[in-house]
């Protein structure tokens, strides 16, 4: 096994963006997948219980951006965060948008949807027994609405959700007219973030035609 180990779900967006700062830096790195009921032991790797978590030759750092610190902390070519404050700062605002408000849409389509939950719950379970996949769907079925219900998103219509959601896509493609990625010619980690949760998207949500009908958006995620 590699001396990097990512502990991780494979639709989990966070821990897309972290394969994506992995791949970055050019490193080397192991997965260990907690499909099914794997995932309590998920929660028995760090003190807050989520994922991602990688493993540093035996230091174990959990939470997508304190590994891309980590990362640009002790592999310094090709930064993760760039060193000019006001780029920095931009990023960082893109990173946690992509936290905080585009993972809520994310999970708002690919759970609150028959279809794409299915589509979720295949990946999710690959390799385990049926009927972990079941108790999986009786879980998420009970934990995503209730989330997203106090988050608010779940208590507009879809139309509406739909509407605000294609809006911030409106607002990306404007502002990648004319450069490569997000902060100018080269990623980083704002584009890491906002891949991580659109790929996941277009992977499981019957969304996917229209996320890639914007010409410079689906440019950029095919550069990404
Ligand atoms: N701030 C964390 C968020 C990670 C996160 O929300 N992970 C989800 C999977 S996408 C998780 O572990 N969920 C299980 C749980 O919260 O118990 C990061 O950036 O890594």
């Known amino acids: 096994m590699s001396a990097i180990v990512l502990h991780q779900w494979e639709m989990s967006p966070f821990c897309n963006k972290v394969r994506r700062c992995l791949r970055h830096k050019g490193l080397d790195?192991?997965?260990?997948n907690y499909n099914g009921l794997l995932a309590l032991n998920a929660a028995k790797l760090s003190a807050v219980g989520q994922l991602p978590v990688v493993d540093f030759n035996g230091v174990r750092v959990q939470d997508s951006s304190a590994i891309a610190h980590y990362l640009d902390a002790h592999y310094p070519d090709k930064p993760l965060y760039p060193h000019e404050p006001r780029a920095l700062a931009e990023a960082r605002l893109w990173e946690d948008w992509a936290a905080q408000s585009l993972y809520f849409y994310e999970i708002y389509f690919r759970m609150l949807?028959?279809?794409s939950l299915e589509r979720g719950l295949n990946l999710i379970s690959e390799g385990r027994p049926a009927y972990e996949r079941a108790l999986l769907k009786f879980v998420f079925k009970r934990r995503y609405p209730r989330k997203l219900k106090e988050q608010g998103l779940a208590r507009m219509p879809r139309e509406q959700v739909e509407a605000q959601f294609f809006a911030r896509l409106d607002?990306?493609?404007?502002?990648?007219e004319g450069r490569a990625y997000l902060g100018?010619?080269?990623p980083n980690i704002a584009d890491f973030s906002v891949v991580g949760q659109l790929d996941e998207l277009i992977r499981t949500s019957d969304l996917k035609g229209r996320i890639l009908a914007y010409p410079r958006l689906a440019a950029w995620l095919a550069r990404c």
């Open 184 to 186: 100018g010619d080269a």
């Open 171 to 176: 607002d990306i493609d404007t502002l990648l």
């Open 113 to 115: 949807d028959p279809v």
């Open 29 to 32: 790195y192991s997965v260990v």
